[in-house]
């Protein structure tokens, strides 16, 4: 899991260094959010993409004569959501510091990312738990996920760029209950769902 972070964090300085040398300052609040979530997309993924690769085979019966299938989902979405929160923090600090940070409402941004970061570790979660069955495909995993992330990549990024002009609540509260809906949908997937996975 070690190589994962540091992989995931060798992947968010270079890619903002990156981004950093070729625009040196984003001033234009779109453009910032755009490549701001492009960026926590794909850390996300590296360090999401591989949640069950220690549960495949023999593994997966040993855990099922000591745990129920549930208790393992929700800790591995309990514990996906928690590095991809750390991951959009990371994100948040290295992209201020080195091209600036033009958001007008910050604390509504960083509210819309937490759900944001939810939603996309959640969708990503139950990914790999579906591509763990066909020997922890990484590709099958973004391939599955990719179509269920889009409304949650959206409605952030919607939302963001409301909050980055200086609307508030009221404005974004639409894309916020969204995004809620989004999370509890796909956290009611993965917890109905994943027992039949586990058995199968």
């Not at 779109?30 to 993409?49: E, Q, R």
């Amino acid at each position: 899991m070690k190589s994962t972070i540091y992989g995931v964090l060798l992947y968010l300085v270079s890619t903002i260094y990156i981004t950093y040398l070729i625009f040196h300052s984003l001033k234009e609040v779109s453009s910032w959010i755009g490549i701001f979530w492009i960026i926590l997309v794909f850390g996300a993924t590296n360090a999401s993409i591989n949640s069950f690769r220690n549960e495949s085979g023999r593994q997966f019966l040993y855990y099922y004569s000591l745990v129920s299938a549930q208790s393992i989902i929700l800790s591995k979405l309990i514990y996906n959501s928690i590095v991809v929160l750390f991951v959009s923090i990371l994100n948040l600090l290295v992209f201020s510091l080195l091209l600036g940070n033009p958001l007008e409402n910050v604390l509504l941004f960083c509210l819309i990312l937490l759900f944001g970061s939810m939603g996309i570790s959640s969708v990503l979660t139950l990914g790999a738990a579906i591509a763990s069955k066909t020997n922890n495909n990484s590709t099958l995993t973004a391939i599955l996920s990719f179509p269920i992330l889009l409304p949650v990549l959206l409605t952030s990024i919607k939302a963001s760029v409301l909050s980055g002009l200086g609307f508030g609540w009221e404005e974004c509260s639409t894309y916020i209950y969204v995004l809620l809906l989004l999370n509890l949908v796909v956290f009611s997937l993965s917890y109905i769902l994943f027992p039949y996975l586990w058995r199968s």
